[in-house]
């Protein structure tokens, strides 16, 4: 196995503002947005919990700043002489803003329990947070019983928490089942993740459902709706591993029909005698042209 290279130095730099070279800069009306006040106030009131990302320069006094304007322009205006970065080692030119664009679910999960293990009480979380107590909680209890497995596959996502809650129900051999259908279908929300849930067989479950009133053949049902599910997954994968072929094969052949029709007897041939053949092959021709441009 290859070496895996690290992205970032462990120990962070503390380097003064002076030092530090924006490669954006934040439009003005970001500091009225609701994100920069909350930022800020938690700024304030905890500290920075993650340092700013930034790559040397050839001047060995001055440093970019790849990742963390925000951070950066709050700590400046605090009054921050020192600011914690953490610098880049990756010798690849890597535009980190580009990558980054919302906060995942998970990594979320792990900064909050970070500051509480920093010894930040939940309280005080909440308020720089600016929200309610009781999600914190749901955000720091939020991995308790997802098997690792689940971790993996939605750590770089931004979902709902409301969706662990459920997966939590499930036992682990399910919950890898159920978060590998919602990321193959592209579908990872509450509403499907409880459709998942309500099909589950009740031996694959660690908290059973609340017996409510039964109605008329709804096992039939359930089941029905499972083996549709399973054969929707089925066919979408089958699609899925055939597609490129597909595609290579649909370009080939509609190259192939072009210099086909460019040849003036034979084009003269097919609109005499195949009409209609010959419409299909221009109507092909040009639908593909329409998709290129």
Not at 235 to 248: C, H
Request: proline share 2%; aromatic share 6%; hydrophobic share 40%.
């Amino acid at each position: 196995m290859g070496r895996v290279n690290i992205a970032f130095q462990f120990e962070p730099l503390y380097l003064s503002p002076d030092q530090l070279l924006i490669s954006k800069a934040i439009l003005k009306s970001t500091v009225y947005t609701k994100k920069y006040r909350q930022i800020e106030a938690s700024v304030r009131d905890i500290g920075i919990i993650e340092p700013i990302s930034v790559a040397a320069t050839n001047n060995k006094k001055q440093y970019i700043l790849l990742d963390g304007h925000i951070r950066f322009e709050i700590l400046k205006e605090l009054g921050y002489t020192k600011i914690p970065c953490l610098l880049s080692v990756d010798d690849e030119n890597y535009t980190y803003n580009k990558q980054i664009n919302r906060l995942a679910t998970i990594q979320e999960h792990y900064m909050i329990r970070r500051a509480i293990d920093q010894g930040v009480n939940e309280e005080r979380l909440a308020k720089a947070l600016n929200i309610d107590i009781k999600l914190i909680r749901t955000k720091v209890n939020l991995l308790n019983g997802i098997c690792q497995e689940v971790i993996n596959l939605l750590k770089n996502r931004e979902i709902s928490p409301n969706i662990f809650s459920i997966l939590k129900k499930m036992k682990t051999l399910r919950q890898i089942e159920c978060t590998e259908l919602m990321l193959s279908l592209n579908n990872l929300t509450v509403t499907y993740a409880k459709a998942l849930l309500m099909t589950t067989d009740p031996s694959q479950l660690l908290v059973l459902p609340k017996q409510t009133k039964k109605i008329e053949n709804s096992a039939e049902v359930i089941q029905k709706i499972e083996n549709d599910r399973a054969n929707l997954h089925l066919q979408y994968k089958a699609i899925e591993q055939s597609y490129a072929q597909d595609t290579l094969n649909l370009v080939l052949a509609i190259g192939y029909l072009t210099k086909l029709v460019a040849n003036t007897n034979v084009k003269n041939y097919l609109a005499k005698n195949h009409t209609d053949i010959f419409s299909g092959f221009e109507a092909l021709i040009k639908t593909n042209s329409v998709e290129i441009s």
